[in-house]
């Protein structure tokens, strides 16, 4: 700062309101140039926020749990919707399927169907249970995330999810999905335009 | 989720909304209003007393109704902009209630400068505004088997017009800074179940909106209030409501909206995903479904046309059920993904006629018939049916939907 180096003329400590008042309109930490708008966000403003998890497992916070630690928190917190099994039609169907997308009468569950675990973390974290979006821990969210998979056959009881183990999970339907093949129909006009 | 017990139950739903309205009756309008004093001003206006066009809520088909769709009353719309009253909604964790002054828009990830900005901060950048459609990936999806909704309302009624005003995220992006090398932004609303979703940043640096104004004023909360995503032509759900996050990334992040839900499964068990265009799609509101013509008669049949590819160029209407074709007249102005009103003059003879509505868009595509869709797709890719709808009016004046 200027005045802290500097004797303390009137002259200068005008200059130095000035430059106060200046900033404080049009900070320097301004992040968009142009406007003068917009501050830094903080690294704990970002990871509150940032909970969106990609299949590679980026952002994936600390924590673990096994699919018989998911076992009772499932029970309590989700089953009220989903049901005892994940299999009952009356409720969202989670468990199951596996074999049928090429059939009349696709099921498409977790198992049958979600190409990646960290997307069933990422959305049980940020938004179960319904009528309490984001209020299990990381470790329930591993461990209801293990007890979905295993109910699907896809990990073991005991086999431990974390930042680590999760994004290494290979679910059955990975490679089922296909870019955007439109326009597959449609045609030219039969008559032409007038 | 049976969506399509789904929409049946709210079909009902609807029936006793109607009921309801009309058992409201009140005293009677003067028979001649310029013999009597009017009434009051007020603040904020309201329809006629005598005005009844509802958005269909379905009843909830989960233990709660802040999931699921309410669809827009097309059989009652005029010109190409749907009030935002009438707006058609899809909420997967309810309306969220959010105050503007607390609500902040974060935009980091591979960007040289992260920032976080207040909504004032948002509207005091320079504006633009744009009227657009936006359409539910998921309109019309009753009608991959047969016929189902009885009403125009339910069969398309997950597509609205808009003004929308705000700023372009390009600017946003620029002033940020978008580091070499990124490819994706991940927008994420404030919500409960916080809708995520991974948009290709080639969209966002041409033409995608950060909206605030809805028709002249706040976007109403239902539709995003206080801060949107509005992606001109593309299915709806990736014009991210409550914007509160976008993340600058050099990958999709294969959210469950977009990895799960939001795909179309194939006859051979593949589905499609990233399915972001609505290709053109048009209907006849006009006469529809559940409606009634009167009489023999003159008649303007009347519809609505748009495209996710830009313009509409060509709306052309059937009276035969498609063995003969006629050019229907635009409305001006004919907008790049926007509604476009289209009519055309009808005497109808008081016999069966089989009503059909067939567009073109500036790049040549011709809206489908169901046939050939299906003939590709099968029936279970649930999203993104944009074939020609038939309606049949009876020799009572009755119509119904029909496939044909």
């Known amino acids: ?194 | 989720m049976n969506r399509r017990r789904f929409l049946k139950r709210g079909v009902a739903a609807l029936g006793a909304t109607v009921a309801a309205g009309s058992a409201h009756a009140q005293a009677p309008a003067p028979d001649d209003p310029s013999k009597v004093l009017g009434g009051p001003k007020r603040p904020y206006g309201e329809r006629s007393r005598f005005e009844r066009a509802a958005r269909g809520v379905p009843q909830p088909a989960t233990k709660t109704d802040e999931w699921g769709p309410s669809v827009t009353p097309l059989g009652e719309s005029m010109g190409i902009i749907t009030p935002s009253s009438l707006h058609f909604e899809v909420h997967r964790g309810g309306v969220a209630d959010i105050d503007p002054k607390k609500h902040r828009l974060l935009i980091h990830g591979m960007v040289d400068r992260p920032v976080i900005l207040t909504v004032d901060d948002v509207k005091r950048l320079p504006s633009v505004s744009r009227i657009y459609f936006i359409e539910c990936a998921g309109n019309t999806l009753t009608e991959w088997e047969g016929p189902d909704a009885p009403t125009v309302d339910w069969t398309h009624g997950l597509t609205s017009c808009s003004e929308w005003a705000g700023v372009p995220l390009a600017l946003l992006l620029r002033e940020v800074g978008v580091r070499k090398g990124a490819s994706w932004i991940v927008a994420e609303g404030a919500d409960a179940t916080g809708n995520e979703r991974s948009i290709p940043l080639a969209k966002a640096m041409t033409d995608i909106l950060v909206a605030y104004g809805q028709n002249g004023e706040a976007i109403r909360p239902e539709n995003g209030y206080p801060l949107r995503l509005i992606v001109p032509g593309w299915e709806g759900n990736v014009s991210v409501k409550w914007l509160r996050r976008l993340t600058v990334t050099d990958r999709p992040y294969m959210s469950r909206i977009e990895s799960v839900d939001h795909t179309s499964l194939m006859p051979d068990g593949k589905a499609r995903r990233f399915m972001f265009v609505m290709e053109a799609k048009s209907v006849i509101t006009f006469p529809s479904g559940g409606q009634r013509v009167s009489g023999p008669g003159f008649y303007e049949i009347t519809g609505l046309a748009w495209s996710g590819r830009g313009r509409i160029r060509r709306v052309e209407v059937s009276t035969d059920a498609g063995k003969t074709w006629r050019d229907a007249t635009l409305q001006q102005p004919v907008l790049p993904f926007a509604h476009s009103r289209f009519g055309l003059p009808w005497r109808w003879d008081g016999r069966e006629a089989v009503l059909q509505s067939r567009c073109t868009d500036e790049t040549g595509y011709v809206q489908p018939t169901l046939r050939e869709l299906v003939k590709v797709r099968g029936v279970n890719s649930k999203f993104h049916l944009n074939a020609i709808q038939s309606w049949k009016v009876d020799a009572d004046g009755r119509v119904k939907n029909v496939h044909v």
Request: charged share 20%; with cysteine.
């Open chain 1, 1 to 194: 700062m200027v005045a802290s180096r500097t004797s303390m003329s009137s002259r200068l400590a005008l200059a130095a309101a000035l430059v106060a008042l200046v900033a404080a309109a049009w900070p320097a930490a301004a992040q968009l140039p142009t406007y003068g708008l917009g501050r830094a966000p903080t690294a704990e403003e970002i990871k509150a926020w940032d909970l969106t998890i990609p299949p590679d497992g980026q952002g994936l916070p600390p924590g673990r749990g096994t699919a018989a630690l998911g076992k009772p928190v499932y029970v309590q917190r989700c089953a009220i919707c989903h049901g005892e099994t994940g299999t009952d039609p009356k409720y969202f169907v989670l468990v199951g399927g596996r074999g049928t997308l090429n059939t009349d009468k696709p099921l498409k569950t977790i198992g049958s169907y979600w190409p990646y675990a960290t997307t069933l973390w990422s959305y049980v974290r940020r938004t179960q249970p319904f009528d309490e979006p984001g209020s299990l821990t990381p470790d329930e969210v591993y461990a209801v995330t293990a007890y979905l998979l295993h109910l699907n056959g896809i990990v073991k009881e005991d086999d431990v999810l974390d930042a680590t183990t999760l994004p290494r999970i290979q679910m059955p339907n990975r490679d089922g999905f296909v870019p955007d093949a439109r326009p597959d129909v449609g045609r030219r006009p039969k008559t032409p335009p007038r």
